[in-house]
């Protein structure tokens, strides 16, 4: 062998090396720089091929000229003899540059006549084949676009470290699929129904926003009917917690009456809620953690019938009047199915924030999915146990992600309620507003005076 092919063996080795040492390192940066580019030409230049295999061409009329007549002849068997002649050709959806994001590229389609966003969401998985990528998520931005994002490698098998929240009442709890950050903002949106199968990352959840709201001037309480296992390391920044049937209907009854204090306020100062108020006036958010919603629901023996009930139109109205007031909800519980009673259905109702993980039984995902794309409960019946904290959210854009939470253990969000106790506002302080009776039909004249979030 000569020099120069030992010189460019060696050179061609030290380029394979160093690209491999710079995709280990820094995958963003050889992503951009290396691998997209790459990439972003071989799927314009596969584009027809691709779009012909999963069935997303029309077919269309075309005039064709050549020298050979005959040459091209859309049967195959009839002789053409003019040069000019019309035949069936299989036309693709035209397609802008892909772009890169993070996690992989997005690219924009124009639609062909005929076609619905629908098409192409069914033929993702095939397009996700075709390209050799983890996913292909669609949406539509506006009619007759159509926008494909492929993420090339499951974003949330790792998923980094928490940041903290600088915004009040809003913690950022996670990332997307598509790279961006998972928010949880009790502002936008005020109450969350986060279910899942045991061992599938509620209570994580439920850690990373303790530690979030911690520091925070934020009144935290927690609901836990499973003995208190999950919240009482937390009791030193929480304003209250309840543990047993009776403490829960007491505590109900006192956000229930706070809530109800909290409107005399609003209504005194012309306002609508407490976001309106000036600052020296407005009161402290209150933040409710309810571990196990099920268990609220669920009756021992007969003799609890009447503090379900109870309980459950209180939770219902805190649902119900608590966005205007700044008391939000964050239930977490293993099974959210109408089997509970009506009281659940309607809660379910007034909860705009949906957070399913790993679910076993098809009803839970659907109680907590339902009005979504049903490609979001398959989607949510495929998350894998080895993947604790996957979750599909429901987003405030009205589409839904898959997303995982940060990692934050008990020890961690425990440390956060000690370090930050200081903060916890004591239960006494708070509810010791002019308590005000309210009729019936002064609730309900409020009840109409609030908007929906849902349909906002
Ligand atoms: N985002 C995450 N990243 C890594 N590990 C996680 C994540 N979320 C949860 N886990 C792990 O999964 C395990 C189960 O999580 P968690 O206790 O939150 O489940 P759960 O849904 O509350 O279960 P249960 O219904 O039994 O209370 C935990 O031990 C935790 O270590
Ligand atoms: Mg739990």
Aim: glycine share 8%; aromatic share 8%.
């Amino acid at each position: 062998m000569s020099d120069a092919h030992l010189l460019l063996l060696g050179v061609l080795a030290a380029t394979a090396a160093g690209l491999w040492a710079w995709r280990r390192w820094h995958y963003r940066s050889y992503w951009l720089v290396v691998a997209f580019p790459l990439t972003a030409l071989s799927v314009w230049a596969t584009w027809r091929k691709v779009a012909l295999g999963c069935g997303l061409t029309k077919k269309r009329q075309r005039f064709w000229f050549t020298t050979v007549p005959g040459l091209v002849s859309s049967t195959g068997v009839v002789r053409v003899r003019r040069r000019f002649q019309r035949v069936a050709v299989d036309t693709r959806p035209f397609m802008w540059l892909p772009m890169p994001t993070r996690y992989g590229w997005r690219v924009t389609l124009h639609t062909l006549e005929g076609q619905i966003p629908g098409d192409f969401a069914d033929a993702a998985e095939r397009l996700a084949h075709s390209w050799g990528v983890h996913a292909v998520r669609v949406s539509s931005p506006r009619p007759g676009r159509v926008v494909l994002c492929a993420t090339v490698r499951d974003p949330l098998v790792r998923v980094d470290t928490v940041p903290t929240s600088a915004e009040l009442l809003k913690v950022t709890v996670g990332r997307l699929e598509t790279g961006g950050p998972w928010v949880i903002d009790f502002r936008t949106v005020p109450h969350y129904l986060n279910a899942g199968a045991t061992q599938s990352g509620k209570s994580n959840l439920a850690n990373v926003l303790v530690q979030g709201l911690a520091p925070q001037p934020v009144a935290l309480v927690g609901f836990d009917l499973k003995g208190g296992v999950e919240l009482t390391p937390y009791e030193p920044r929480l304003s209250a917690l309840a543990t047993t049937r009776t403490e829960s209907v007491a505590l109900l009854d006192d956000l229930v009456g706070l809530m109800t204090s909290r409107m005399a306020v609003c209504r005194e100062a012309g306002t609508r809620n407490i976001w309106q108020l000036p600052d020296e006036q407005r009161p402290t958010p209150v933040v409710v953690l309810v571990d196990e919603l099920a268990e609220l629901y669920l009756m021992a023996d007969k003799s609890e019938k009447d503090e379900i009930a109870k309980t459950s139109t209180a939770l219902l109205r805190v649902a119900q009047l608590g966005r205007a007031f700044g008391i939000y909800l964050f239930c977490s519980g293993q099974r959210i199915g109408s089997d509970l009673g009506p009281g659940v259905t309607a809660l379910r109702a007034q909860c705009s924030g949906r957070i399913c993980h790993r679910v076993n039984d098809p009803e839970t995902a659907t109680m907590t999915l339902g009005d979504l794309d049903p490609a979001a409960l398959a989607s949510a019946r495929a998350i894998p146990a080895e993947t604790p904290g996957v979750a599909i959210v429901a987003s405030q854009d009205g589409q839904w992600y898959r997303a995982r939470s940060f990692y934050v253990s008990e020890q961690a969000a425990e440390h956060a309620a000690t370090a930050y106790a200081d903060l916890a506002p004591s239960w006494e302080d708070l509810i010791s507003g002019h308590a005000v009776r309210m009729s019936d039909a002064d609730l309900a004249d409020f009840l109409d005076s609030i908007p929906d979030p849902r349909k906002a």
